[in-house]
């Protein structure tokens, strides 16, 4: 036998994915691979982050069985292409490639491929057309199947596809018990790494949908180590989208923000193309929480264009730019799919949907004066809590029932109700919402009279927006203590940063050369590598400016890193693929003071000059920068004096040998 094939298979034993298809494909070079080398192949490409080479694999492999009529084997293959092509968003090709599974299946003695088939049939009931009793009842049957054919994979994911039907349905405490049961399979090692992928994702979604928020944490972090260390790709994204949802909740909107670009990134990689949309819209939750609106808004539609229905964010960014009648009807038309019986099948929403939801409602109602319907909603959330007996729910109808008592004149009970409600919040670790809920508290109190307490109850919600950055909400806050005169966030607070501007050289002339569709989808490439590398080395994204960034780092020696990595990939991509922009980075560390999301003050100012003076493919360095970072490992040139405009005395400013 081929010493490279061996070697490939080895490097499969070993979880070494690299070596493992580079040895598959020299293999596959210089003879025919039997099926199994095939789908070991295929393994090593899709964890290696090579998608479309793990699609070929598959396809090969399903002929190879077909053709040597191990119907089984062919079997197994078909279910696995069927479900990529559905996580692709390829529902034509997931149905073929279902229909031949069928076909192949009629007639033929019950097997372990009839399990399958069945489980295919649930997850198509489920996720396709939201039919959750013939949904419940294809589980059942797949789990019957697997149990008496000795398929551990069809057996917990049947149980955790269950499990989570039954929590849409309302039977919370069973579908739990299930996918809880389902999850110990994948803990134990007893799956396959895919199928323990998906047991691990669905677990995580379904504890972030009941608001257990500290569950949810717990499994996304136990899935991030097993995925890491099984040198797993792709599904590390799904577990990002996670954890950048709780990040924001818990109120660090910039690793939020971060964690969700990333995300993105990888799952259009691998072609999971059904939870980009939920990476996208984290990050315009995260913008519209720090006051971005125009931003928020790019990111909520991305998420739409892939399928993402962006509420209740959207309408809420309505409602902050003033459109309360826009806002209203946004939100009702999400709510109508869930309160119609008569809706298309697969279009009905369920509670724990419209819990996320009606909290908007109540608000966008109240902020049109429309308080039957703030009434219905807040009805609906309390007899949600009390069906699924969650803190978050609790105390988020209680939020929404002191918003309807402060809107009727009632200042007494709204008091009552929002003092309870900022506790309960606070008991979750939910900052944000707390907050909200003082401040609504500190209006109560104000409007009752009592202006001590009140001032007290604004002042603690103020200072809770400051420290997160929600800049609407700090001027809210302002406009009702009376403080109108602008003042900067944290009063006069200053940070130390490293500041990078980039901008893309010539970037008129190329629009010219190239032409506009090309361009945009060079934009979109170029954004895309640059907020992977931003990430990666733990930067902020302050602004897209366009064809450049703004990004602030805690650390400048991160800076330079990512200064240095973005002008390597740059000229990768030209190397490889013969075109990629052109672009000039420019570092500067300086005082700035933090508004919000974004930084002001002169040292903002000096790196932008900075930026400007570079040539293209350059990193020009301020001094002050190149001391914070310290010993860097790349060379660096003489300092040289330059005057830049509209900033009094001359800088000091290196280039970095990056190549």
Not at 379 to 401: H, Q
Not at 608 to 634: H, M, P, W
Request: hydrophobic fraction near 45%.
């Amino acid at each position: 036998m081929d010493d490279t094939l061996l070697a490939g298979r080895d490097a499969v034993e070993r979880l070494a994915w690299n070596e493992a298809r580079e040895a598959f494909s020299e293999a596959d070079h210089d003879q025919i691979l039997t099926p199994s080398d095939l789908q070991l192949f295929a393994d090593a490409a899709w964890w290696s982050g090579y998608p479309d080479e793990a699609v070929d694999a598959l396809q090969r492999a399903y002929t190879g069985y077909a053709e040597a009529a191990d119907k089984t084997a062919a079997v197994g293959v078909a279910v696995t292409l069927a479900y990529l092509a559905f996580r692709r968003m390829a529902v034509s090709v997931g149905a073929g490639w279902m229909a031949k599974v069928e076909r192949m299946l009629e007639g033929e003695p019950e097997s372990g491929g009839h399990a399958w088939l069945h489980l295919l049939r649930m997850a198509e009931a489920l996720l396709l057309r939201g039919n959750l009793d013939d949904a419940i009842a294809r589980g059942d049957e797949a789990i019957d199947l697997a149990l008496r054919h000795g398929v551990p994979e069809v057996h917990s994911l049947a149980m955790s596809f269950k499990g989570v039907a039954l929590l849409t349905k309302g039977d919370w405490q069973e579908g739990m018990a299930l996918i809880d049961e389902a999850t110990a399979a994948a803990v134990s090692g007893e799956l396959d790494l895919r199928a323990a992928c998906e047991v691990y994702t669905n677990t995580i979604a379904a504890y972030g949908n009941l608001a257990d928020y500290r569950r949810a944490g717990e499994w996304t972090e136990e899935a991030d180590r097993w995925m890491h260390r099984h040198s797993l790709g792709g599904y590390p994204g799904v577990c990002r989208v996670h954890r950048a949802e709780l990040k924001r909740l818990r109120g660090s909107y910039a690793e939020a923000e971060r964690e969700a670009r990333v995300a993105s990134e990888e799952l259009e990689r691998y072609q999971l193309l059904d939870s980009v949309g939920f990476a996208h819209y984290e990050v315009g939750e995260v913008r519209l929480h720090m006051g971005d609106l125009d931003a928020a808004e790019r990111a909520f539609m991305r998420a739409y264009e892939y399928g993402r229905d962006s509420q209740p964010g959207l309408a809420l960014l309505m409602l902050a730019r003033g459109d309360a009648d826009a806002a209203g009807k946004a939100i009702a038309a999400s709510l109508a799919r869930g309160a119609d019986p008569e809706a298309e099948e697969g279009s009905t929403m369920n509670a724990l949907g419209r819990a996320r939801l009606l909290p908007a409602q109540v608000t966008i109602a109240l902020a049109g004066d429309d308080v039957e319907t703030a009434l219905a909603a807040t009805e609906e959330l309390d007899r949600i809590a009390a069906d699924y007996e969650r803190t978050a729910f609790e105390a988020a109808a209680s939020t929404a029932r002191g918003e309807v008592e402060l809107h009727e004149g009632r200042f007494a009970e709204a008091a009552t109700v929002l003092d309870k409600a900022w506790r309960l919040w606070r008991e979750i670790e939910l900052p944000y919402e707390s907050a909200r809920a003082r401040l609504l508290l500190g209006q109560a109190k104000a409007a009752a009279g009592d202006e001590t307490t009140a001032r007290m109850e604004l002042g603690a919600a103020r200072s809770t927006f400051e420290r997160l950055g929600a800049v609407l909400d700090v001027r809210k806050v302002d406009e009702l203590l009376g403080e109108d005169a602008p003042r900067p966030a944290g009063n006069g607070r200053r940070v130390i940063k490293t500041f990078m501007f980039t901008d893309i050289v010539t970037s008129t002339d190329l629009v010219g050369l190239i032409g506009d569709d090309a361009w945009e989808d060079l934009l979109r490439w170029h954004d895309r590598a640059l907020r992977s590398t931003f990430a990666k080395h733990r930067g902020q994204e302050v602004r897209h400016t366009g064809d450049g960034f703004f990004v602030a780092f805690d650390e400048a020696s991160d800076a330079v890193e990512a200064a240095v990595a973005i002008q390597r990939r740059l000229a990768a991509q030209r190397h490889e693929h013969g075109f990629a922009p052109w672009i000039r980075i420019g570092l500067h560390t300086a005082e700035a003071t933090p508004q919000g999301s974004d930084y002001s003050g002169q040292g903002v100012h000096v790196a932008a000059r900075v930026g400007d003076i570079g040539e293209r493919e350059q990193i020009v360095v301020s001094s002050d920068a190149l001391k914070e970072a310290g010993a860097i490992r790349f060379p660096v040139s003489e300092p040289r004096s330059v005057t830049l405009k509209g900033i009094e005395g001359p800088v000091d400013v290196h280039t970095i040998d990056w190549q």
